[in-house]
Structure formats: C-alpha cells, structure tokens
C-alpha cells in the first residue's frame, strides 16, 4: 500500500524556498507536484484538496519538508499553467498536460505494475510503480489476502478500476474477525498464503498465538483472546507492518536497509513477543534477531 509520509531532510542538493508567501520554488522556479490524485501547487498553505497529496496540516509545513516528499512520492514540475477553482486547483489533472516541465522527483516515464486495493488498511487504490522500492513484491502481496489487483494503471484521484479485478480476494474474507500486532494496530484478519496461512482458520489461529484477536475492527472492548504457545530456541515470522518473535530468552532486534543501514534497534522479551514496525517508511528491508546463542534474518517488505 502505497502512503505519503515526510522523510529525514539528508542531503537536499537544492534549496526550497517561498518566493512569495506559502509558495514553495524548486531549482528557483514555482513548484508543483504531480501525485496520483492530480497535479497540486506545492504551497505551506495548501490544506490538501486529497490527503495523498499533502504531508500535513495546512501552514504546519517547511518549503524545505514538502519538496522532500514529493521528490520521494511524487513528480516535481514547473511552469503549470491553468489550475483554478473550475479543476479544483488541480484535481485529476496532470501536469505534464498544463504545460509542466519535469523537473525532479520520481521519473514521468516510469511504467505502472498494476493497481490494488489493499483491503485491511485502504478505501482508496494505488499505483504499483517499476519505480517502487520493493514493486515486484508489493504485486506479489497484492495478489493474495483480501485485496484486489488489476492490470494497469489506478484511475486519478484514488478511485478504483470499475472492471473485474485480475485477482479478487473478496473470497478469502473471514468475516468479523480481527487482529492486534501491536499498540494502535487493527487488521482484518485474512489468508497470507507467502506465509503458509492459507484458511480463514489458520489465520485466526496464528491471531490467538501471536497477536491480540478481537470481534471488532477497533480491536477494543472485552479481553482478546491469546494464547500461549510453548517457546524453545528462537522462531521469526512477518507479518504486516511487525515481527513475530517467539525466543526463549530475551531478544536483540535490529533493522537494515537492503544496503546495510541500521535503521531501527530493540528489545523484545523472552516469551511470545510482537516487534512492531509501524513507525517505519516503506520499503524492503531485512532484520536480524539475535537471543542468546541463536540468530535468525528475515526479509521485509513494508507496504
């Protein structure tokens, strides 16, 4: 699942700055941002016609923050002519046709993988990107669980293809049930056959071992039902946005960029233990828990 999110500001080789107030400026010319929802004025004022297409709140923002994001997420342009309240200042529109001119961020000529609806965690559909970190994976994924994947591209502003999905997950819905990885999450609980789980049944148990099961989709109210399973050595396991991590001691976890950045570092106690990673930008990654004598590495996938 494709999110925006504002990263680190290392290394910009450009200067963003406001060339009058709220407007933001790109190698010294007005910026705009082409996202999947339409091609936006980059401005510290734009309170974000979509919510893909804005990292904050309105006037919360640095010139600074917003050229980082949509050099991450989006395409860079200048020179975009004809965006007024008839368009929505943008809405569905892309730059390339308003008379922009790329100017950085992700490449215009980049090619589309697919577009999926992640049903646990989204209403709206996402491009997969051959730019995406991870893309080939992301595909993968989407064609499993609940979610539905078709051929091509999104349509603008988040809708869905109106045509019958290449893959329909709709069959695998478990019904109300529900699952905790960790503090503030709550996902459907549905079949993940990349991990072995492939009935409704075996998802709900790997629930009850690993995580919190609840009969609501704000995994609150009552106690959740978990169970306990015995522990011996040391057992890793994806899922989602954390680490299953079953050990007989206490547990070191550490997280690397595919290019062997320490990112993220924890313990974990002995015993049954969700690790999340929900804090964590998308991408791949690898992580490796150390307890005791024992050392396992995993892949990771973040949507």
Same mark, same amino acid.
């Given at each position: 699942?494709?999110?925006?999110?504002?990263?680190?500001?290392?290394?910009?080789?450009?200067?963003?700055?406001?060339?009058?107030?709220?407007?933001?400026?790109?190698?010294?010319?007005?910026?705009?941002?082409?996202?999947?929802?339409?091609?936006?004025?980059?401005?510290?004022?734009?309170?974000?016609?979509?919510? &893909? !297409?804005?990292? *904050?709140?309105?006037?919360?923002?640095?010139? $600074?923050?917003?050229? /980082?994001? %949509?050099?991450?997420?989006? +395409?860079?342009?200048?020179?975009?002519?004809?965006?007024?309240?008839?368009?929505?200042?943008?809405?569905?529109?892309?730059?390339?046709?308003?008379?922009?001119?790329?100017?950085?961020?992700?490449?215009?000529?980049?090619?589309?993988?697919?577009?999926?609806?992640?049903?646990?965690?989204?209403?709206?559909?996402?491009?997969?990107?051959?730019?995406?970190?991870?893309?080939?994976?992301?595909?993968?994924?989407?064609?499993?669980?609940?979610?539905?994947?078709?051929?091509?591209?999104?349509?603008?502003?988040?809708?869905?293809?109106?045509?019958?999905?290449?893959?329909?997950?709709?069959?695998?819905?478990?019904?109300?049930?529900?699952?905790?990885? &960790? !503090?503030?999450? *709550?996902?459907?609980?549905?079949?993940?056959? $990349?991990?072995?789980? /492939?009935? %409704?049944?075996?998802?709900? +148990?790997?629930?009850?071992?690993?995580?919190?099961?609840?009969?609501?989709?704000?995994?609150?109210?009552?106690?959740?039902?978990?169970?306990?399973?015995?522990?011996?050595?040391?057992?890793?396991?994806?899922?989602?946005?954390?680490?299953?991590?079953?050990?007989?001691?206490?547990?070191?976890?550490?997280?690397?960029?595919?290019?062997?950045?320490?990112?993220?570092?924890?313990?974990?106690?002995?015993?049954?233990?969700?690790?999340?990673?929900?804090?964590?930008?998308?991408?791949?990654?690898?992580?490796?828990?150390?307890?005791?004598?024992?050392?396992?590495?995993?892949?990771?996938?973040?949507?």
């Amino acid at each position: 699942m494709t999110k925006r999110y504002l990263l680190p500001l290392l290394g910009l080789a450009l200067t963003a700055s406001q060339a009058w107030a709220g407007a933001c400026s790109y190698n010294s010319k007005p910026m705009f941002c082409q996202w999947e929802t339409g091609c936006y004025e980059v401005t510290t004022e734009y309170s974000g016609i979509e919510s &893909g !297409a804005n990292a *904050c709140a309105a006037g919360s923002c640095t010139c $600074a923050a917003l050229v /980082t994001n %949509c050099e991450n997420f989006g +395409t860079i342009y200048s020179g975009v002519t004809g965006l007024n309240e008839d368009n929505n200042y943008g809405k569905g529109l892309k730059c390339s046709n308003q008379g922009g001119k790329f100017e950085g961020g992700q490449d215009p000529s980049r090619t589309s993988l697919g577009c999926c609806l992640w049903a646990d965690t989204e209403t709206s559909c996402w491009t997969i990107w051959s730019s995406d970190e991870g893309a080939t994976d992301k595909v993968s994924q989407c064609k499993s669980g609940t979610n539905k994947f078709w051929n091509g591209e999104c349509p603008t502003g988040g809708s869905c293809p109106s045509g019958t999905p290449d893959y329909d997950g709709s069959a695998n819905d478990c019904g109300n049930h529900w699952c905790s990885w &960790g !503090a503030g999450t *709550c996902y459907k609980i549905a079949p993940d056959p $990349a991990e072995g789980i /492939t009935t %409704c049944a075996d998802a709900i +148990t790997n629930c009850q071992n690993y995580g919190e099961y609840f009969t609501n989709s704000s995994c609150s109210g009552g106690s959740p039902v978990m169970k306990i399973q015995p522990v011996m050595g040391l057992i890793v396991a994806t899922h989602g946005r954390a680490l299953h991590i079953s050990s007989d001691r206490d547990a070191k976890v550490t997280l690397y960029t595919l290019g062997g950045q320490k990112v993220l570092s924890g313990k974990v106690n002995a015993g049954n233990s969700v690790f999340s990673l929900m804090n964590q930008n998308p991408g791949v990654y690898y992580a490796v828990v150390q307890s005791g004598a024992y050392t396992q590495t995993v892949n990771v996938v973040l949507k």
